[in-house]
């Protein structure tokens, strides 16, 4: 999941990690030199593949076909008076928008945009993909053409990002403390793309957590014997 800063706010350079099916580290200024790179100034980048331009254009759309990235299961939670989840399988930027025409063109055949995060000042915020923005610091979040519009309001505040394919065993972790651990689990797992996001369960375990086990905790979790949290605010009311 991407970490809120010291300041308790998220990056849009988190977000970029997050996104990243690798989760190899990116900066935004990485992420977008790779989205346009000039291969003349890169000396181990292939200069041109003429031999490509060549083939017949029908297997060149194959291979452009092949070469689509794989939504990944997301979850972008905005800040408002009662925190909104948006959960759906999407991708981030990814370098076949920017290759070439053909690319570009078969690219966004299957995928569209549907949300834009952009900073301002130390926050990100989120619009509609097509609202013009002067922020150089902005990405968009793509899904399928299939897929149904994501209702989000303009200007709000991304307070996280999840990417659940990083989780171990559909476990992520919320709260970690000596004699307690919150973490939320995503019942259909493994996940296969399409699978419902929204259905993550809170679960709490009182086991103890010693310093020396926390590296292989996201392991041990299917091993510990979880309980569902109780509504504070119904157990108040009930009491009346």
Same mark, same amino acid.
């Given at each position: 999941?991407?970490?809120?800063?010291?300041?308790?706010?998220?990056?849009?350079?988190?977000?970029?990690?997050?996104?990243?099916?690798?989760?190899?580290?990116?900066?935004?200024?990485?992420?977008?030199?790779?989205?346009?790179?000039?291969?003349?100034?890169?000396?181990?980048?292939?200069?041109?593949?003429?031999?490509?331009?060549?083939?017949? %254009? +029908?297997?060149?759309?194959? =291979?452009?076909?092949?070469?689509?990235?794989?939504?990944?299961?997301? &979850? #972008?939670?905005?800040? @408002?008076?009662?925190?909104?989840?948006?959960?759906?399988?999407?991708?981030?930027?990814?370098?076949?928008?920017?290759?070439?025409?053909?690319?570009?063109?078969?690219?966004?055949?299957?995928?569209?945009?549907?949300?834009?995060?952009?900073?301002?000042?130390?926050?990100?915020?989120?619009?509609?993909?097509?609202?013009? %923005? +002067?922020?150089?610091?902005? =990405?968009?979040?793509?899904?399928?053409?299939?897929?149904?519009?994501? &209702? #989000?309001?303009?200007? @709000?505040?991304?307070?996280?990002?999840?990417?659940?394919?990083?989780?171990?065993?559909?476990?992520?972790?919320?709260?970690?403390?000596?004699?307690?651990?919150?973490?939320?689990?995503?019942?259909?797992?493994?996940?296969?793309?399409?699978?419902?996001?929204?259905?993550?369960?809170?679960?709490?375990?009182?086991?103890?957590?010693?310093?020396?086990?926390?590296?292989?905790?996201?392991?041990?979790?299917?091993?510990?014997?979880?309980?569902?949290?109780?509504?504070?605010?119904?157990?108040?009311?009930?009491?009346?």
């Amino acid at each position: 999941m991407a970490a809120p800063t010291t300041s308790g706010r998220i990056t849009l350079s988190q977000i970029i990690n997050e996104l990243n099916p690798d989760h190899d580290p990116h900066t935004l200024s990485q992420t977008i030199n790779e989205l346009n790179r000039d291969p003349r100034r890169d000396p181990y980048a292939i200069r041109e593949l003429p031999q490509f331009q060549q083939l017949p %254009l +029908e297997l060149q759309r194959q =291979i452009w076909q092949l070469a689509l990235p794989t939504p990944q299961p997301l &979850e #972008i939670n905005i800040k @408002s008076e009662q925190k909104i989840k948006r959960a759906f399988w999407g991708v981030g930027p990814f370098p076949m928008l920017e290759t070439c025409k053909l690319s570009r063109e078969i690219a966004l055949s299957v995928f569209e945009p549907r949300i834009q995060l952009y900073t301002s000042e130390d926050k990100v915020l989120c619009t509609t993909p097509n609202t013009g %923005l +002067e922020s150089a610091k902005r =990405i968009h979040i793509y899904t399928k053409t299939r897929h149904s519009d994501i &209702e #989000i309001r303009v200007g @709000s505040e991304v307070c996280s990002v999840i990417n659940w394919i990083h989780s171990t065993l559909g476990f992520q972790i919320i709260e970690l403390s000596e004699f307690e651990i919150t973490a939320r689990y995503l019942a259909t797992w493994p996940l296969e793309e399409g699978d419902r996001l929204d259905n993550a369960v809170l679960l709490q375990s009182r086991l103890p957590v010693y310093e020396g086990t926390r590296r292989s905790l996201p392991l041990r979790l299917q091993g510990m014997r979880f309980f569902t949290p109780r509504n504070t605010s119904r157990d108040k009311r009930n009491r009346r």
